[in-house]
């Protein structure tokens, strides 16, 4: 038998950047959330990562040019859902009640990959086998042993841990529903067409950003909470800007361009990445049930890939291509 020859493209390879580089997210967001506020970080954030992808822009394209080549619904729906995604997902590391926490809010925040991965049965057409439900159940099973670490394993233990702190983990819930809505219908909407080398989506991505800075600095006004800026805290911001800029023009390329279900499946290493750092940059001693809860998630996220194909093709192993 042949080897398989795996089809990683550039757009498809973006993705994997996107990933490695959205494993810092949660450690520097709560850096930030605990120095300046969850409204304040966000917002600087993202307008500086929008600024940023605008001046990336410019050297291919005028950006309002590349806004008026995206569809229309692409750029509001898509937006919304990019906006929401950036707001729940600050406010709920902001709101966890400590830096412990922060890491099971986070695990909530991954089911995100699952999600795109089961959208896109829906939503793009795509086909999934019986191995898409114990993959699904698996990652479900992650977090349920990430939110009943350190006690007994039980219903009545998840429920009690969920309703410490039920806003924070509704907000994660919401960030992964969101983003994995947007996943997919970047896909639908805005296409894959590779007219202007991928200028005109990138142009959308600088403006979902700045847009959820200008909503973020908007609540900010409205907000009583105290933001103490030092040189770490600049420091931070800079950095999680250009990372967060990098990040989302290379997954906004993926979705259009990429296997999009290569690519929801490796986004399930993110977890394991994002805790390693977060417990490194934070200072966070975990249980082992945080660790099995990743371990479980980047198992079903296997599954999941391995049962998803085109509708267009044949379930058999002589036609279903590896990772479509």
């Not at 005028?62 to 937006?79: N, T």
């Not at 993959?135 to 670490?149: C, E, H, I, P, R």
């Amino acid at each position: 038998m042949s080897a398989r020859r795996l089809p990683l493209d550039r757009s498809t390879l973006c993705g994997f950047l996107a990933i490695l580089l959205w494993s810092t997210t949660i450690a520097l967001a709560r850096s930030l959330s605990e120095q300046l506020g969850p409204l304040t970080s966000g917002a600087t954030v993202y307008l500086v990562g929008g600024v940023l992808c605008l001046l990336h822009l410019r050297r291919s394209i005028q950006p309002l040019i590349a806004l008026r080549r995206l569809p229309r619904l692409y750029l509001i729906g898509c937006g919304a859902l990019f906006v929401l995604y950036m707001f729940a997902l600050f406010e709920a590391i902001g709101l966890a009640a400590d830096r412990s926490q922060v890491l099971e809010v986070g695990m909530v925040n991954y089911l995100w990959p699952s999600l795109t991965i089961l959208f896109s049965l829906l939503l793009l057409g795509k086909k999934g086998s019986w191995l898409l439900i114990p993959g699904s159940l698996l990652a479900l099973l992650g977090v349920f042993l990430v939110l009943t670490q350190e006690t007994a394993i039980s219903w009545t233990s998840f429920a009690h841990n969920v309703a410490g702190n039920p806003l924070a983990y509704g907000l994660a819930l919401t960030a992964a529903l969101s983003w994995g809505l947007y996943s997919n219908l970047t896909r639908r909407w805005a296409g894959s067409d590779d007219t202007d080398g991928g200028s005109s989506s990138s142009g959308g991505v600088a403006f979902f950003m700045l847009a959820t800075g200008a909503v973020l600095l908007l609540l900010r006004l409205f907000s009583a909470e105290i933001s103490v800026w030092n040189p770490r805290a600049i420091a931070e911001v800079l950095f999680l800007g250009l990372a967060t800029s990098l990040a989302y023009v290379c997954w906004d390329v993926a979705m259009r361009r990429g296997d999009i279900v290569l690519v929801g499946a490796a986004s399930y290493f993110t977890p394991f990445l994002s805790t390693l750092t977060s417990c490194l940059y934070l200072q966070i001693a975990t249980g082992p049930g945080l660790w099995l809860g990743c371990f479980a998630i980047i198992i079903g996220s296997l599954l999941s890939w391995r049962s998803v194909t085109d509708a267009r093709e044949s379930p058999t192993p002589e036609n279903r291509r590896p990772y479509d």
